[in-house]
């Protein structure tokens, strides 16, 4: 069973930075690609950013490009989102997932398995 687990979430100042953290379990694949999506009140769930699980490949939504970083760590199952510059549009639940595939997917009918979520607020 995999199981992903995010954490650092919390309250941030607009301008302030905020770095989660995705730590997962139960994967034997290094073909498993990982990734963020968030979800604001009243608005759709929204792709934010992915990675190959075993290669270098991201990909970011329009709106975080430049401001946002993902990056992970193999050898310990951890992926982690780099937000800076943070805006109070930024302020949503934010879910870690992840699905078989080299490929970085923006749907989240593509992923199979998530995480609960942390919260992201962002003061004006």
């Known amino acids: 069973q995999v199981r992903l687990v995010e954490s650092g979430g919390g309250l941030v100042q607009a301008g302030g930075s905020l770095r989660l953290s995705c730590a997962a379990s139960?994967?034997?694949?290094?073909?498993?690609?990982m990734a963020w999506f968030r979800q604001a009140p009243g608005a759709e769930r929204e792709f934010v950013a992915g990675?190959?699980?075993?290669?270098?490949?991201?990909k970011y939504v329009d709106s975080v490009k430049g401001r946002f970083t993902i990056s992970r760590d193999n050898a310990k199952n951890m992926v982690a989102l780099q937000m800076n510059s943070l805006k109070p549009e930024d302020t949503a639940v934010y879910s870690c997932?992840?699905?078989?595939?080299?490929?970085?997917?923006?749907?989240?009918?593509?992923?199979?398995?998530w995480g609960q979520g942390t919260q992201v607020t962002v003061s004006s």
């Open positions: 139960g994967m034997s694949f290094s073909s498993l690609t």
């Open positions: 990675v190959s699980w075993s290669g270098s490949s991201t």
């Open positions: 997932a992840c699905r078989l595939g080299m490929i970085v997917k923006t749907t989240p009918q593509q992923y199979q398995y």
